[in-house]
């Protein structure tokens, strides 16, 4: 989220960017219980046993603020934030600090996975006002909602000039009720200024093609020739920009730009898959790397990582045929289909950094976290486990005897003594180092990291934050789709069908046709946003385009219909974030950075461009060009804050092409020439299936061309088309990959 403005209003700046250790806290009386205890997300019910006084958000708190006249204490976070818990510990579980908490404030959690749009909103006015911005955010607010005081973590003593959190409590409790009336004006210039900075003003600047070559030349002085990524430490995986580079790419292949915003994007997957942010024994990727080796990870697993990163290996493999880049990506998806997906179908959100370190005769009821401590490993554990086999594990893997971690990227010593594995060295180069083949290195390795697999498995596992969202949950059905078509892999097509029949059943509203943002243990009462709806589009477009069930098609359409209602932005363009109907949320904004997440008008962009072409709708093309057109001040001015919005304009500034097969949908010949077109790397083009039956039919309600199609001489047929002119059709597996070379 980018911030454009600042204010000159009284705000504390006191933001935690040290890692210092702290004493471990008394754990919370049990007797306490609060009004957390009746709610869903993870998030809230770990703080249901704190002796704060929590609130969900919600009437019922800002009645109470209203009615005593007190300020709202809003701290938000999520179940698998680390400094979360270190706050929730130091503070939450205090007693003297709690009852100051109860006395002076209403307090209320809230879960940002699940309330987006609360997040966004004061999370706006923490960066505008600090500078900075993260979690757990702290914001104080006056009764009507207005904030006045913001910050993230706070410490629990003074330290390194910071006030300890009791402190601002106090300051803060102080200020309200000697300056009152000062505050609250404050608090309503704030929302003036807030609101002023979201009024959708004509956005200016140029777009063409010329800001696809300044966004690549923005991402290329920030790339890391050395090690591969964007930046120095900490460094994050960032698939919006390695897709945008994968399609910069594919736009003139044998030019040197080309070319080279290709060798960034191998090298950063090579490097990011060797590296620790990679869990090679489990699979899947952590947050992010603290140092710029990609050696030391936060080692949090977000959903939606995993599912962006699948997709990212897989556009780079089409592209190469890397086995190593195929590897990575069924790595990826093997862990989230393992770990990560419920009984039901739907995938989870997300596995904490944190997890139990008990030591010997210590109470397990009560045990200490460390982060990391599922995951790392003390050289004496590999060699025992291993036997003979450990010297060529620790030699690939960069085992030490005294731990591996870099210097400087440790600074707590969490890590003393303990190996974080990573590819120290090639099979080609284990291989030459043990004078083996590299057929029997790879296997000795496989075995190898099964046996730590096993014993692994039976250390405390991390917290597992069990909601199913919505929005994710439309990302990994897009990685699994795309993975059935690109690998040939039928459990994976399987897999993506049951979560999008799951979302279907449990987050879908057939009578009123609206989506819901998550469920745990039920659907929640929360109405979906608009990632929720531009996500599970995508998904559902590429679940067609793998399965050719016409229904995913129908219900994309039916999705997007409702998704320009709710969200579109009739005069301005591009898509509000919240659908306004919350009027405790009181700013409608446009996300214009494709961050951790892209942005729900540069994912509905991109939908909207290929149901343009699904359905040869001139409307939905012009909705997506007004979508890009409505960031053309973002993208003229840091055109590399939005890449995945790039990629939607370089399909709007092509020629579109399309790829129908015509024929029975199992027969043999059309399996042959569908599977010749995933061998492919091709943005920019739809794929058809012209069965003669339902899918046909629809297809063909709007689109004269479709209707025309059919096999030719009794033999599936494949017809590539640019704006539906048509090349001669072909029933040849090698001419048809002819017609698909650049």
Not at 1 to 29: C, H, I, Y
């Amino acid at each position: 989220m980018t911030s454009r403005f600042r204010f000159g209003f009284l705000a504390l700046t006191w933001l935690v960017t040290s890692n210092d250790s702290f004493a471990e806290p008394k754990p919370a009386q049990p007797e306490h219980t609060n009004r957390l205890a009746q709610e869903k997300s993870p998030y809230l019910l770990q703080h249901a046993h704190n002796p704060v006084d929590w609130y969900p958000w919600g009437e019922e708190a800002f009645a109470k603020a209203r009615c005593e006249n007190k300020p709202l204490f809003l701290s938000i976070g999520y179940s698998t934030c680390h400094w979360c818990h270190v706050m929730a510990h130091e503070s939450f579980e205090n007693e003297e600090v709690a009852a100051t908490m109860n006395r002076e404030f209403v307090n209320i959690k809230v879960d940002r996975e699940e309330r987006p749009d609360v997040d966004r909103v004061y999370m706006t006015f923490v960066q505008a006002t600090t500078g900075g911005g993260g979690w757990p955010m702290s914001v104080w607010l006056t009764p009507d909602l207005k904030p006045f005081v913001g910050g993230t973590y706070f410490p629990p003593e003074d330290r390194y000039g910071q006030p300890a959190f009791k402190t601002v409590l106090e300051r803060i409790a102080a200020a309200w009720k000697e300056n009152h009336d000062s505050i609250v004006e404050q608090g309503g210039r704030i929302v003036a200024a807030l609101r002023e900075s979201q009024s959708g003003a004509t956005a200016e600047g140029k777009i063409d093609a010329a800001i696809l070559d300044a966004a690549y030349r923005q991402i290329d002085h920030s790339y890391d020739p050395k090690e591969g990524g964007f930046g120095n430490a900490p460094k994050f995986p960032r698939p919006v920009t390695l897709n945008f580079l994968t399609r910069f790419y594919a736009r003139d292949p044998r030019s040197e730009p080309g070319k080279h915003a290709l060798e960034m994007t191998l090298f950063t997957l090579r490097k990011m898959g060797a590296g620790g942010m990679h869990d090679h024994i489990g699979g899947g990727f952590h947050r992010y790397s603290v140092d710029r080796y990609w050696h030391v990870p936060h080692f949090e697993k977000m959903l939606y990582d995993q599912a962006q990163l699948a997709g990212a290996y897989l556009n780079a493999f089409q592209i190469t045929r890397d086995q190593l880049c195929e590897a990575v990506a069924r790595d990826i998806l093997d862990y989230v289909a393992r770990d990560m997906t419920s009984k039901e179908g739907g995938f989870f959100s997300a596995e904490d950094a944190d997890s139990p370190v008990v030591a010997a005769g210590a109470d397990r009821g009560h045990a200490e976290t460390k982060e990391g401590a599922f995951y790392v490993w003390a050289k004496k554990e590999i060699d025992a486990a291993l036997g003979d086999a450990a010297e060529v594990f620790d030699f690939h893997y960069g085992v030490q005897p005294h731990g591996n971690a870099p210097e400087g990227s440790d600074p707590q010593d969490e890590f003393r003594g303990k190996n974080i594995l990573i590819e120290r060295h090639t099979i080609a180069e284990t291989a030459k180092h043990f004078r083996k083949t590299e057929e029997e290195i790879g296997k000795l390795l496989a075995q190898s990291r099964t046996k730590l697999f096993s014993i692994r498995s039976k250390r405390p596992r991390p917290h597992l934050d069990d909601k199913i969202i919505a929005a994710w949950n439309g990302l990994m059905i897009s990685a699994y789709a795309r993975a059935a078509q690109v690998l040939d892999e039928p459990r994976y097509l399987e897999i993506a069908i049951r979560a999008a029949k799951f979302l279907g059943r449990n987050l879908y509203e057939e009578k009123s046709k609206l989506l819901y943002r998550n469920y745990r243990v039920g659907r929640s009462d929360i109405e979906g946003f608009a990632d929720d709806y531009a996500f599970v589009i995508q998904g559902l477009l590429d679940l067609y385009e793998a399965s050719f069930d016409i229904e995913w098609l129908k219900f994309a359409a039916q999705l997007q219909e409702t998704q320009d209602h709710l969200f579109f932005d009739e005069k301005n363009g591009g898509y509000f974030s919240t659908s306004g109907k919350d009027e405790s949320v009181f700013l409608r904004m446009k996300d214009d950075n494709d961050g951790a997440e892209p942005a729900a008008s540069s994912v509905a962009a991109l939908n909207l461009l290929r149901l343009a072409q699904f359905r040869d709708d001139k409307q939905m093309a012009d909705r997506a060009r007004k979508t890009t057109d409505a960031f053309a001040t973002t993208l003229s001015h840091f055109p590399s804050a939005m890449p995945l919005m790039l990629v939607a304009l370089d399909y709007s500034l092509s020629k579109p092409r399309q790829i129908v097969i015509a024929g029975t949908k199992d027969a043999p010949e059309t399996k042959a020439l569908v599977k010749e077109v995933h061998r492919h790397f091709l943005p920019n083009t739809v794929l058809f299936l012209a069965d003669d039956a339902e899918g046909q039919k629809y297809l063909g309600e709007k689109n004269e061309a479709i209707r025309a199609m059919s096999p030719i001489d009794k033999k599936t047929a494949a017809y590539v088309c640019e704006n539906f002119t048509c090349k001669a059709p072909v029933a040849d597996v090698k001419q048809l990959a002819e017609l698909l070379k650049f």
